[in-house]
């Protein structure tokens, strides 16, 4: 990280909470990866999609990089995480379009 500079962000109280997500819907166009991240909750008709990310398919493998970093240093610490059931790469999206979760 020699090379990297140092910066400074801001996060805005309104943003600092966060949402809560337990479903992210994933697609991309050859200059663009979406990530839509839903809510899933029993009683609603269907997923409510609170944030959309949209990023450069540079910047999302770097996100790629650095989620599977963060996630082997957790599962270093904490154990292996494990899925209740088997994942799926892909949701039947019905009436709002393709895409893959996780």
Not at 21 to 41: G, P, Q, V
Not at 56 to 64: I, S, V
């Amino acid at each position: 990280m020699a090379n990297e500079k140092e910066f400074k962000i801001e996060l805005k109280p309104e943003v600092a909470k966060g949402s809560y997500s337990n479903l992210a819907i994933i697609t991309h166009s050859h200059s663009e990866f979406i990530i839509d991240f839903a809510t899933m909750l029993p009683g609603l008709p269907k997923p409510e999609v609170g944030n959309r990310i949209i990023m450069t398919p540079e910047h999302a493998k770097r996100l790629y990089l650095a989620l599977q970093d963060n996630i082997n240093k957790y599962e270093s610490q904490h154990g292996q995480i494990t899925f209740a059931s088997e994942p799926k790469a892909t949701f039947p999206m019905g009436g709002f379009g393709g895409g893959a979760k996780s």
